[in-house]
DNA sequence: ACTTTGACTTCGG
DNA sequence: TCCGAAGCCAAAG
């Protein structure tokens, strides 16, 4: 499962970006976007800078977070104040049938 | 086999 | 809009 995820992190373009949660769900495993984390840190030769949290914000701490913002530039992404501009640059998996069907989440509300 | 560990996500305040 | 709490699941030790 983190050759699944390293493979769906590699299909995200360049000038393109997308989100834990949603690399975690087009790898088959919705609810993973923890291990997305632990495997961008992990595996390398991945385009880890594509790879934000919800939203388009970006969690890396520190330096690397300034790195990131660097290289997502350099790419082509804008940003929109400290959020990248999801609409106009998330990348969009392939929808696969619906082999593992998630369901409804959240149970609060 | 059990515990720890994440660059998460979402909700409520 | 920002912050804290709770839920979440597989990999690594």
Redesign the pocket.
């Known amino acids: 499962?983190?050759a699944a995820i390293a493979a769906a992190i590699r299909q995200i373009p360049n000038g393109q970006v997308s989100?834990?949660?949603?690399v975690a769900k087009a790898a088959g495993?919705p609810?993973?976007?923890?291990?997305?984390?632990?495997v961008?840190?992990?595996v390398r030769g991945l385009p880890?800078?594509r790879?934000?949290?919800?939203?388009g914000?970006i969690?890396?701490?520190g330096e690397?977070g300034l790195e990131?913002h660097f290289l997502l530039k350099a790419e082509g992404v804008k940003f929109r104040?400290?959020r990248v501009d999801m609409k106009a640059f998330e990348h969009l998996f392939p929808k696969r049938s619906k082999v593992l069907s998630k369901g409804a989440?959240?149970?609060?509300?």
Do not use: D
């Not at 989440?105 to 509300?109: A, D, F, L, N, Q």
């Open positions: 499962m983190t989100t834990y949660g949603a495993y609810r993973c976007a923890r291990h997305v984390a632990k961008l840190n992990q880890w800078q790879v934000l949290g919800s939203g914000s969690s890396l701490p690397l990131q104040g400290r989440r959240m149970p609060k509300k």
